[in-house]
């Protein structure tokens, strides 16, 4: 598949998607740890980070590969800033 053939509404409509699944995935694994954050998080989000950056390194569109990550970042320190 050409990248001239993605529809860009189902893209954005898929990274909205997994974006909530994201944050219901930290959720439920933050109810299990007491509602706080801890190690727990910390190394779920560099292990995310981790696979993410390895799976985008030969990504030919960098700047999307880091729009991606940052997408990633931006959903762990949401969750960070909710146990403040």
């Avoid at 529809?7 to 509602?35: H, R, W």
């Avoid at 954050?37 to 700047?63: F, H, I, K, M, S």
């Amino acid at each position: 598949m050409q990248s001239s053939d993605i529809d860009p509404a189902a893209l954005g409509f898929t990274v909205v998607a997994f974006n909530v699944a994201l944050e219901e995935s930290l959720k439920a694994l933050a109810e299990k740890n007491g509602n706080r954050p801890g190690p727990w998080l910390d190394e779920v989000q560099e292990l995310a980070l981790l696979r993410a950056r390895g799976r985008l390194t030969d990504a030919q569109e960098q700047d999307a590969a880091a729009a991606a990550i940052a997408a990633v970042e931006s959903v762990f320190t949401r969750m960070r800033a909710g146990f403040a």
